[in-house]
């Protein structure tokens, strides 16, 4: 049983890491998503906990994941930094207009993490696909090593008849990671009901900063106070790897 837990950034890697996760996927920007992370932070991961499995992410923008020509040379650009900072893997996920992967771009970005020997992850774009059946066979026949999924739903629990579905009909070909919502009061029974053996958290906890709200506001949307940002707590990356084991 693998844990990932979701950082977005130094502190919150060093977290995840005292707290016994497997691995991380390192962003930057959570509040939108994730978006690709600071070499530097990479690279003082990499330094200073260099046990710590680390997926990196390459997406350069919020939104969908339809990219322009220039969004996409950047994708290629930062996967090749990545690469050379030491990321065990890449995370990323492109689709076409309609839908559907675009496979002539997946595969030049998979290529290339392939030519460097590391993981190659697609990320929850696959949620977002018009066929999900479809969308995992096309990822298998390009040799993406890892899907991470809430089974096309908003969380992994209300896809989890999916997730068991996927788990049952491709699990043998391709590693299946339930993300979205998994909690310490839910993975047990996702466990029991999926038969899945990875499971990404962004053990998420809230801290305070009072310069955050004064004369204008910079809160974060969805912040249960408006002084509040998210950070990893390393109580609850314990509690979920326990409860895993």
């Known amino acids: 049983m693998l844990l990932e837990v979701c ?12 707290g ?28 200073t906990i260099p046990t710590l499995q680390v997926a990196s ?5 919020a939104g969908g994941f339809c990219y322009s020509e220039e969004e996409y040379k950047v994708m290629l650009a930062e996967c090749n930094a990545l690469l050379r900072a030491g990321s065990h893997g890449i995370v990323f996920g492109i689709l076409n207009s309609d839908c559907t992967i675009n496979v002539e771009r997946s595969k030049r970005i998979i290529d290339l993490i392939k030519t460097g ?3 190659v992850i697609f990320h929850r774009a696959f949620d977002n696909c018009k066929d999900l059946n479809t969308a995992m066979e096309t990822l298998i026949a390009l040799g993406v090593d890892r899907v991470l999924t809430s089974g096309g739903k908003s969380t992994a629990w209300e896809g989890k008849e999916m997730l068991c579905k996927l788990q049952k009909d491709y699990g043998a070909k391709i ?3 339930a993300g ?3 909690n310490a009061g839910n993975i047990k029974a996702l466990v029991d009901y999926t ?35 998210d950070m990893v707590a390393i109580e609850k990356v314990r509690e979920l790897k326990q409860l895993l084991s």
Not at 26 to 37: E, T, V
Not at 57 to 61: D, H, I, S, Y
């Open 117 to 119: 020997g590391r993981e």
């Open 7 to 18: 950082t977005g950034g130094y502190e919150d890697a060093l977290a995840a890491y005292q």
């Open 195 to 229: 038969g899945l053996q990875q499971f990404h958290s962004s053990c998420k906890a809230w801290k305070e900063d009072p310069t955050t709200v004064q004369n204008v506001s910079y809160a974060i949307p969805g912040a249960p106070e408006d002084f509040m940002y």
């Open 20 to 47: 016994r996760a497997d691995r991380i996927e390192l962003n930057q920007a959570l509040p939108l998503g994730g978006l690709s992370p600071s070499i530097l932070v990479l690279t003082m991961i990499r330094e």
């Open 180 to 182: 979205s919502g998994v």
């Open 57 to 61: 992410m390459v997406r350069p923008r």
């Open 175 to 177: 590693q299946i990671l």
